[in-house]
C-alpha cells in the first residue's frame, strides 16, 4: 500500500534533486529519506528513481507516481481539514427529529446557543412521535431524536445512548364554565363520565391505562395528534383532556382551563442518539445544549 507520507518525500527528491537537499526541505535526515523511499519502490513494485553517480532521475513509474502525488495530497490536505473543521464544531451538520411539543419549546433554545457557539455547525429539523422518530435514528434518518416514554420499559432502548432531559407531568384540562375548573386538584376518577379529547396514539394509551387503573374506561369522542387542536376542543366545551406540561407551555388555553390531575403521571423526554454519533463532536455539543435548555 502506497502511504501518504512516501509520497511527500518522493515528491519532495523529484523537486530538489537529491535525497540530501529532500532531507533538507522535509526537515529530516538523509537515511530516512532513502529509508522511505526504498518503501516505496517496494509498495509500488518496481523502481521509481535511477541513481547515476550523483544525479538522480526518474523511472516512468516514477514520473507517473509524481504527476498522481499532487493531486493525491491536495485531496488528502482538504480532506485533514475539513475533519479538523468538523471535530473543531468549525463545521458540521446534525440531523434532529422530535415531537412536537419539544420542538416548540426545547428545541428552540438549544439551537439558538449552538448557533451562537458553534455557528458553522448546521442543524435540520424534521417532526416524528415516538416510536416512528425512534426508528428513524436507528435507520441512519437523524443523529438526534427526542423522544418521551411512560415509566421505564425495560429494554426499549438498550442499544442507544439516552440522555435524560426532564420529566413532564400530565396536566388536566377542562372548559372554563366545567364543574372542576376552580378546583385545586381532580382526581381523575372525578371525570369517568366526562367526554374525552385525546391525543397521539402513545398518549391515547396511556390515558387509557390511568383511567382503567382508576376503574372506568374513558370515552374518547374525539383525538388529534395537535395540541392546539384538543385545546381548541376543549375550550369549546366538547370534552375534557390531559396534555403533558410542556405542551401548554407554547399554546393559550383560550376557553379551557388547567388543572392539576391526581395521581400524578409523568412521562420521561430523553434525546437519544446511537454509541457512534455520541462521540461526533456536532453531536454531542447538540446534546449539551439540548440538556441546558431542557434545565432553564
Do not use: N
Amino acid at each position: 500500500m502506497i502511504e501518504a507520507r512516501h509520497l511527500r518525500v518522493l515528491r519532495a527528491v523529484a523537486t530538489t534533486g537529491s535525497f540530501s537537499a529532500a532531507a533538507r526541505e522535509l526537515g529530516c535526515t538523509q537515511p530516512a529519506v532513502s529509508q522511505q523511499m526504498k518503501a516505496l519502490e517496494t509498495s509500488a513494485g518496481t523502481p521509481l528513481l535511477i541513481r547515476t553517480g550523483r544525479e538522480m532521475r526518474l523511472t516512468q513509474a516514477g514520473e507517473a507516481l509524481v504527476r498522481h502525488a499532487s493531486g493525491i495530497l491536495a485531496g488528502l490536505t482538504a480532506a485533514e481539514e475539513e475533519v479538523a473543521a468538523i471535530a473543531g464544531l468549525r463545521a458540521g451538520r446534525v440531523r434532529l427529529v422530535s415531537f412536537p411539543s419539544g420542538s416548540s419549546t426545547l428545541v428552540p433554545g438549544a439551537l439558538a446557543a449552538l448557533r451562537a457557539a458553534h455557528p458553522g455547525t448546521q442543524v435540520s429539523l424534521v417532526e416524528a412521535e415516538p416510536p416512528r422518530s425512534v426508528e428513524m435514528l436507528r435507520d441512519g434518518d437523524c443523529d438526534i431524536a427526542l423522544a418521551f416514554r411512560y415509566g421505564t420499559a425495560g429494554g426499549e432502548w438498550d442499544d442507544l445512548v439516552v440522555r435524560p432531559l426532564l420529566k413532564d407531568r400530565l396536566i388536566g384540562l377542562v372548559p372554563e364554565g366545567h364543574r372542576l375548573a376552580g378546583a385545586d386538584a381532580v382526581g381523575i376518577g372525578e371525570l369517568a363520565d366526562e367526554p374525552w379529547i385525546a391525543g397521539c396514539p402513545r398518549c391515547r394509551r396511556q390515558l387509557v391505562e390511568v383511567c382503567e387503573s382508576s376503574g372506568f374506561t374513558p370515552r374518547i369522542d374525539f383525538a388529534t395528534d395537535d395540541y392546539p387542536a384538543v385545546i381548541g376542543l376543549v375550550g369549546a366545551g366538547l370534552g375534557v383532556a390531559v396534555l403533558p406540561e410542556l405542551a401548554l407551555e407554547s399554546v393559550r388555553p383560550k376557553g379551557a382551563r388547567t388543572v392539576t390531575v391526581e395521581p400524578a403521571v409523568e412521562r420521561e423526554i430523553v434525546a437519544l442518539t446511537l454509541p457512534d454519533l455520541s462521540r461526533v463532536p456536532a453531536v454531542a455539543a447538540t446534546l449539551d445544549q439540548l440538556s441546558l435548555a431542557a434545565a432553564r
